[in-house]
Structure formats: C-alpha cells, structure tokens
C-alpha cells in the first residue's frame, strides 16, 4: 500500500471532523479519503463533452487566453 500525506486547510479539518462524527461507519479519515478517491475514479461525476470543455479551458489559460473578471464588466 502506498502513502499519501495530504495538507488541509485548519477550517476543512474541522469539517472533517465533523463529518465523521455524523458518519460512524468510517473509522477515520484515512478510509474517508480512500472511499471518496474510488467513487471519484470509478464514475467521473462531469459528461465527455464536460470534460472537453474542461481540457479547452486549461489550454486556454496555459496559452495565457484569459481574461479578468473585472475586464468582462
């Protein structure tokens, strides 16, 4: 098994924390995360066309095709 060690904001650790106590059937963060990680690649939640869009917008921003939201109003 690999290791993976993972910062998170202060405020998202007590949400965690949170969320565990509400949710006994994870015995700790660990399993938490580990869960969450194989719902996310075994069903991507976005459309294929989503997630061209998405790949568009990265190439648009690394080619520096952006502009700031104060420029759009």
């Known amino acids: 098994m690999s290791t ?3 910062e998170i904001p202060d405020e998202m ?4 924390q949170t969320f565990l106590e509400e949710h006994p059937h994870y015995l700790d ?3 938490l995360v580990r869960d969450a990680l194989r ?8 459309s ?10 990265r ?3 690394d080619a ?10």
């Open 29 to 31: 963060e660990g399993e």
């Open 4 to 6: 993976l060690n993972v």
């Open 59 to 61: 190439e648009q921003i």
């Open 39 to 46: 719902h996310l690649m075994a069903s991507p939640n976005l």
């Open 48 to 57: 294929e066309q989503a997630r061209e869009d998405v790949r568009v917008s």
């Open 64 to 73: 520096g095709d952006v502009v700031s939201l104060d420029e759009l109003e």
């Open 13 to 16: 650790g007590d949400d965690l």
